[in-house]
């Protein structure tokens, strides 16, 4: 680990031969509160970007920004440091004790939306290899930001809702019917739910992951659900995070799936 870089928010803070070869700028649909958010959340990027980040493991974060391993043999680590003040911040890769990049991003609200305004730096970049390189970078960011993007809607959209009123309780129907349509979605007034069928057991859990509202609604393999944002593994019987192991929040809790005594039985699901 190179100290002299560390929390740098000046340029080129190793007086390198930095050659700026790309800029990427893009509006995004999302207001500059998820951006930032999206910024400081170190975690999401071996989940939501597993196309382009194999690993992350936190090394020191603080109120300048973070920097972790993103190598299991800690060869490799990224660093990311904000001015918030400027609504910028930068991201440095370094290969063992080598800078490889020096990337700005320059954050400016819109309304509710964002511009972002992003230049790449590289050392020793000769003239013919510029405009390779820079495709690279600007192709890379047009992914992130897609993925980051689709997320921060997303998360927005949870957000927005928490405030409609929904129902306590909903009956769905008759039990051949909703057995035939499953996963089932309901609005409840506390939130959104699945209703699968585990082992021939009708089950309800929430799809909002307890954290940051992420969406829990993949495959469930051992009884475990895993959020796609930060990897976040949740127990469906008892609603405990089991990865990772320090986690401290839990699935809200399921509503009750009730099943009436009739020749031709209904179902309710919700918390009456
Ligand atoms: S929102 Fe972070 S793990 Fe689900
Ligand atoms: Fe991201």
Redesign the pocket.
Known sequence: MTAKQSHAISENPNNLNLVEVATYQRRIRASQERVWENVM?W??LP?LHDSNFQYAELDEAGDWGWRIWSAQDRHSHVELCYDLPKGRYVARSYQGKNQVSEIWTLVTPVLDETDIEVRFLVPDVTKDNQLSVGKFFRDLYSTLWDEDEAMMIE?QVRLDSQSNRHPLEIDLGFEDEVMATLPLYVELKSGRYRIISVDGQLKAHSTI????????DSEVIDNKL???????QFDINSGECVLPAN?TCRLSKAPKITISDHDRPRIKVGFN
Do not use: N, S, V
Request: hydrophobic share 25%; glycine share 10%; aromatic share 10%.
């Open positions: 959340d975690e999401h989940h998360r992951c307890p954290h940051i509202l992420g969406p829990l895993t959020c796609p944002w930060h990897g976040y986690a």
